[in-house]
């Protein structure tokens, strides 16, 4: 499986001088990084780690309910080396946090290897630079994104048909009503390409028995200990993986 991203695996440089100031600057790199480095790992380590052999390269993917401040949709990206891909919210205020969080993060490194070097020792200033320049730069701004887009899957999103590789939803269904988690189904299926796959992580209750005339088989089931179990979640999902019929 890929390895974490240089920026996750290398942190910026604690100081070696003592200086109160850049311990300050090491601190508040990760309070706004905070959102993308507790989900990323979360995701690499217990969510995403059997996805490599269960599924073809991916190049577009699509996540239905993209993870808290669009965290998840970083992780699914970067674990599959995924080119393209966009994540669906129904709820705006998420959707304008996951943006915010993303420009905030990047800005605020650009704006502290400034403030490093004119308030911070030589040597410190060197290494967040470098540390900057070829660990952020490389693995973040120089990687495609993610692009966060309003849509609701019960209604329908505006999408075009048999684009994506895969599509993924965890712990969706579950909060869907259930006089329409077909029709959010449905609407996930129509967005993948006929030899995509969709992957739904949800408890067993949420996800409807019969799906055959949606032109899908399920080709495996993934159970919770594979998956790997979140303690705080009091209904642990299944994942159920379906390929898209030509």
């Known amino acids: 499986m ?13 100081s070696t001088d003592g200086m109160n100031i850049e311990h300050s600057v090491h601190s508040e790199f990760y309070t706004i ?3 993308f480095f507790n989900e990323l790992p979360a995701c690499y380590n217990s969510r995403f780690h059997w996805l490599k052999e269960e599924i073809p390269k991916i190049e577009r993917l699509v996540n239905f309910g993209f993870g808290v401040e669009g965290g998840e949709t970083f992780a699914l990206m970067w674990a599959l080396n995924s ?7 129904k709820d705006i205020n998420v959707i304008n946090k996951a943006d915010r969080n993303r420009k905030q993060a990047i800005d605020f ?15 410190y200033a060197k290494d967040f630079k470098f540390w900057y320049e070829h660990k952020v730069i490389d693995e973040i701004r120089n990687k495609s ?9 019960t209604k329908g999103v505006e999408w075009e048909s048999n684009y994506f590789d895969l599509g993924y939803s965890r712990y969706v269904l579950d909060k869907v009503d259930e006089s329409k988690r077909m029709d959010a189904v449905t609407e996930m299926v129509r967005l993948i390409k006929p030899g995509g796959v969709i992957i739904i992580v949800a408890p067993k ?12 088989e399920l080709i495996n ?8 179990k979140i303690e705080w979640e009091e209904n642990p999902p299944d994942g159920y993986i379906y390929l898209k019929n030509s």
């Open 33 to 35: 990084f905070e959102p």
């Open 109 to 123: 490194v650009e704006e502290s290897v400034v403030y490093v070097q004119d308030h911070c020792s030589p040597q």
């Open 221 to 228: 089931h993934v159970g919770q200990n594979e998956l790997g």
């Open 2 to 14: 890929k390895t974490l991203g240089k920026a996750i695996e290398e942190p910026p440089p604690k």
């Open 145 to 153: 994104l993610p692009i966060f887009k309003y849509g609701d899957i």
């Open 83 to 89: 080119k393209e891909a966009i994540g669906f919210e």
């Open 205 to 216: 209750y949420a996800v409807p028995d019969d799906l055959s005339s949606l032109n899908i």
